[in-house]
């Protein structure tokens, strides 16, 4: 029972939230430091504060843990809790935010570990979840990316030091 291409997985999973990568950057660095009024700030009209980015990831991530605990995936592009508004995630707080945030990962690590990587030949719907979840790894990468660019115009407009 092999399971190496699962613990390459959950080695990226983790580098991304925490981890020591090339590029410098994770989750943590990224969100840790920022104040509720910064995180739910938008830096510009048409770009979403990192509390909105935040809110997307984990919303997917839980669709992903519904996934692989075998349950009906729910969440669409359309979905009201795909974009969450800052009125919305200001009634749930930046650190709660935070504290699920980072509780999906450490969730969704925990289901995939125990598994042989014949589990993600497995079909997930149209995909397979070894396709699921490098997907969730692309989609968190991206959005980090995203995360920087709201606070560094954060920065620009003086709103962060």
Known sequence: MSNLLIQNLVKQLQD???????LDENFIKKIDTLTPEQALTRP?????????????????????I????????????????????NNELKQIGWKK???????????????????DDAFLAQECGTYTF?????????????HLGQIGISIKLLKVHGLLK
């Open 16 to 22: 991304v939230q925490d981890g020591d990568l090339w």
């Open 66 to 85: 519904r996934k692989l605990q075998g349950q009906k995936s729910t969440l669409t592009i359309e979905s009201n809790e795909n974009w969450r508004s």
């Open 97 to 115: 935010l935070k504290d699920d945030f980072y509780a999906s990962q450490y969730h969704l690590i925990r289901l995939i570990e125990i598994r």
């Open 44 to 64: 510009i009209p048409d770009i979403h504060s990192v509390a909105e980015i935040v809110s997307h990831l984990l919303e997917w991530r839980r669709d992903c």
């Open 130 to 142: 070894q396709a699921l979840l490098e997907g969730m790894i692309h989609h968190d990468l991206y």
